[in-house]
């Protein structure tokens, strides 16, 4: 027996012991520290692959529960109309970063009581019937389309996942000590997807990046506003309908966030419209012979 051998094989796993003991401590350490610090909001501790994995988990148990989240199974030209005029549209600016990254792709719930559209990482983007029932051109979605794949860019709901999880993402993720880390999360998630709401930071940072993204499409750059200008139009802002319940809890200060928009229009020298614009850059007929009128 070559006792040198045999000593080098327990010396090399002692080591490993060592050193992962080691960063295990380092790790829970940074994470006392990140979670102590106010900037915790912007760290993020999940990879841009583990984005793309979550959001797919979470998709497959959207797609298996249509009690909750029944699919849209109505005429088919109204999503391939949305994915290729307005949402591949959107994906073709510069300022979208990771479109070769995330796997982005629409889909519609069938849901005619809630104006309402979300996002999950990795690029999942739904959108409700009666959203798409309430707005009335091309402008208003691709605001509210462009605002959602803000919300996929900038990865907020992985930094919230970051700043709850903690500890358990560090173990659990980044030292690789349990594979199924992701589908247990989704999972968890599933039961209440509202734990994605957004932060006001985040809705700010969307609604600007919306304006951003259509700066580089036909549409007029201001359309995220045009849904919340709608529903003070309505007189829905402030209440308590469950159309609208849903929205406002995740999608909060409307009013607020139509003046924001409307400052970067006069900052940019271009001139706010509002949602009832008939210019050619609304695409309001388009709108209305191509989705609204096939629901």
């Not at 307005?86 to 009581?113: A, M, R, T």
Request: net charge negative; charged share 25%; hydrophobic share 40%.
């Amino acid at each position: 027996m070559n006792y040198w051998i045999v000593f080098g094989k327990h010396w090399r796993k002692l080591m490993k012991k060592q050193i992962k003991k080691l960063l295990i401590v380092t790790f829970i350490f940074s994470a006392a520290f990140l979670e102590s610090c106010d900037t915790i909001e912007s760290i993020n501790l999940f990879t841009k692959q583990d984005d793309v994995e979550l959001g797919s988990q979470l998709d497959m148990e959207i797609r298996s529960n249509p009690a909750e989240y029944p699919i849209f199974n109505g005429d088919p030209a109204i999503k391939q109309y949305i994915n290729a005029r307005i949402f591949n549209h959107i994906l073709g600016s510069s300022k979208v970063e990771n479109k070769e990254i995330f796997n982005y792709q629409i889909e519609i719930i069938d849901n005619p009581d809630v104006l309402n559209a979300f996002a999950i990482p990795g690029g999942y983007i739904y959108l409700y019937t009666g959203l798409l029932s309430y707005l009335d051109s091309e402008a208003a979605l691709a605001g509210v389309i462009g605002h959602e794949i803000a919300h996929v860019e900038e990865r907020h709901s992985t930094q919230r996942l970051t700043k709850y999880y903690g500890v358990s993402i560090l173990l659990g993720i980044v030292l690789g000590e349990n594979p199924s880390t992701i589908a247990e999360i989704a999972a968890n998630l599933f039961v209440g997807l509202a734990f994605l709401a957004n932060s006001r930071s985040d809705e700010e940072e969307s609604d600007n990046d919306s304006y951003q993204y259509l700066k580089d499409t036909r549409y007029y750059p201001g359309g995220v506003k045009f849904f919340f200008e709608k529903l003070q139009f309505d007189g829905l802002i402030d209440s308590s309908s469950s159309k609208i319940e849903t929205f406002l809890s995740t999608h909060p200060d409307p009013i607020e966030r139509i003046e924001n928009i409307n400052q970067m229009l006069l900052q940019d020298g271009i001139t706010p419209k509002n949602f009832q614009s008939n210019d050619a850059d609304m695409y309001r007929n388009d709108y209305l012979i191509n989705i609204r009128n096939k629901l």
